[in-house]
């Protein structure tokens, strides 16, 4: 399957309409990524939109991919989270989401996800921070079958954290990078993905044009060494 895909940061509030609404168009944002796909093309999807930063040092990195037209709101009380959320990031009071037409989703604010594989009923789609007041969200469970067994691995560096994927056979679908250096993923059976965390900008897109992969998943933090991202890409089937 060909996925054209589109990712930008640095990018301020009001610059963020014009990005969603056109792929990319005339937005004065920093790219530094770009599959096979130019600007304006149809069929791209609101993937995440990372916020980081606070006050009027706040910026966004957004990802867009191949997929279902998606919506996103800015500045949203906890109280007001919309159902159809499938995306969201920051610590509150207030959260910037994403949102996708007809999909049901419950976000849980200030909770732990438990470790390993005692997840709550439903499947993990993202996970706003690696902070203890993270919020997640769940979509709701298929009629049937199920979602994959996913396990959630938390508070790990690195090299515990890759060891940890060798001994259960999973593949990260997300990777959160907290403030003070440790790991969360959410990881599941699947085709081999690669993921980087702690990364600058030029490394994002070293790792987002590596020829045939696209990007499952991007995030953003502001930490003491500056702005750090983490990226999971994976090949076609």
Avoid: C, K
């Avoid at 014009?18 to 791209?44: I, Q, S």
């Avoid at 990372?50 to 998606?70: V, W």
């Avoid at 990031?89 to 594989?117: D, K, Q």
Wanted: aromatic share 6%.
């Amino acid at each position: 399957m060909e996925m054209s895909w589109f990712w930008a940061h640095d990018a301020q509030a009001d610059q963020l309409s014009a990005l969603v609404d056109t792929g990319l168009g005339d937005t004065g944002l920093v790219d530094t990524g770009l599959g096979d796909m130019g600007t304006g093309v149809p069929g791209l999807g609101l993937v995440r939109l990372a916020s980081y930063g606070d006050g009027p040092a706040r910026r966004f990195a957004a990802l867009l991919r191949t997929g279902p037209a998606r919506t996103f709101e800015v500045d949203v009380p906890a109280d007001r989270i919309p159902v159809d959320t499938v995306a969201v990031t920051g610590t509150g009071p207030t959260f910037t989401v994403v949102r996708e037409a007809g999909r049901a989703s419950s976000v849980h604010f200030g909770e732990s996800l438990p470790p390993g594989n005692s997840l709550p009923a439903g499947r993990v789609l993202d996970i706003s921070s690696s902070t203890p007041t993270a919020a997640y969200v769940l979509a709701q469970p298929p009629g049937s079958g199920g979602p994959p067994a996913q396990q959630v691995l938390a508070g790990l560096d690195e090299r515990e954290l890759r060891r940890a994927l060798r001994r259960l056979d999973a593949q990260p679908t997300l990777v959160r990078l907290g403030i003070d250096g440790s790991l969360t993923a959410v990881a599941e059976p699947g085709p081999p993905t690669r993921w980087a965390a702690g990364i600058d900008a030029d490394e994002v897109a070293h790792e987002l044009n590596r020829r045939g992969a696209y990007p499952l998943d991007l995030d953003a933090v502001r930490t003491g060494a500056g702005v750090r991202f983490s990226v999971v890409v994976r090949r076609p089937d």
